[in-house]
């Protein structure tokens, strides 16, 4: 990390920047010793040592803070076990009903028509073909019961059932050192995954939910389920796949949301 000006403070409320780090700190690293280690000592010179930036204006702070996340991603990817499993539950556990959640509201769930819906495969893979829901049925199903976990503050059990997009991956020759998988949405979300959480043994492209076809609210015809991620990093509705090395962002990443999203 680079040696940093001192803090100069004029014309920026210390104490809110401070809250504001703090709760992204708090939002964006899961490691609990280093969230209470930051909460309990973090002081505008902690920050701008932390940021190597010196904090003196709203555009300092907003880079600051961006620095912050990106230097999250890094340890959260550095730290991510891609053989530790997420807790699995039993059926019983299931949360009845469970939740819906997207950016607009449940009377406007995306109707996505099956008989037209195709999968669109491009980037860093060898066989770009499209696929349909067939196609998927037909590749070795899984089923699992995890924990969903939204930052708006809710958590429920779900069961989800498809293919391990680790499967799915090398079916399509991706090149498996590529660094993201991105995704497009039927609605106008998308978002973008590290590729040690695409090949995890949890990662699912889900096609059913609770046992039946996974249904629109909950992002028919097909959306990757991750007990791994946060659920913002879930998307539903996918209509596009594409592996790269560029840098793909996110719906909520590009508006401040951490983008490793590690639960
Ligand atoms: N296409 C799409 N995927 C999305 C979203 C969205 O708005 N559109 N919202 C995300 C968020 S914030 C959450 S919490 C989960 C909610 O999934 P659920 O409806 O299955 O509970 O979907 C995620 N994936
Ligand atoms: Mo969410």
């Not at 992204?24 to 309990?40: D, E, G, S, T």
């Not at 932390?50 to 003196?56: A, E, P």
């Not at 990106?70 to 891609?82: E, S």
């Not at 609605?187 to 695409?198: L, V």
Request: hydrophobic share 35%; glycine share 8%.
């Amino acid at each position: 990390m680079k040696i940093f000006k001192a803090p100069r403070f004029d014309g920026i409320d210390g104490d809110a920047v401070l809250i504001e780090a703090r709760r992204q700190i708090a939002r964006h690293v899961n490691l609990p010793a280093r969230r209470a280690f930051l909460q309990r000592s973090l002081t505008l010179g902690g920050l701008s040592l932390l940021t190597g930036c010196s904090i003196s204006d709203n555009e300092q702070v907003e880079a600051a803070l961006s620095r912050i996340s990106r230097f999250n991603d890094k340890v959260q990817g550095l730290i991510f076990d891609p053989n530790q499993l997420a807790p699995t539950y039993p059926d019983s556990m299931i949360t009845r009903p469970f939740p819906f959640n997207a950016y607009y509201g449940e009377d406007e769930v995306r109707q996505v028509d099956e008989q037209a819906w195709r999968l669109e495969v491009t980037g860093l893979v060898s066989d770009r073909r499209q696929w349909n829901l067939a196609d998927l049925r037909a590749m070795q199903q899984y089923d699992q019961v995890t924990r969903h976990i939204c930052v708006e503050g809710w958590s429920a059990i779900g069961k989800w059932g498809g293919v391990r997009f680790g499967d799915f991956l090398r079916r399509v020759g991706a090149d498996l050192s590529a660094k993201y998988v991105g995704f497009k949405c039927a609605d106008d979300y998308y978002t973008s995954i590290d590729m040690a959480t695409a090949l995890h043994p949890q990662t699912l492209m889900a096609i059913t939910y609770d046992g039946a076809p996974l249904p629109p609210k909950y992002g028919f015809p097909m959306k990757l389920r991750m007990p791994t991620k946060l659920g913002y990093k879930n998307p539903k509705h996918i209509r596009a796949i594409f592996v790269t090395n560029t840098y793909p962002g996110g719906y909520w990443e590009d508006q401040g949301y951490n983008w490793f999203g590690g639960s």
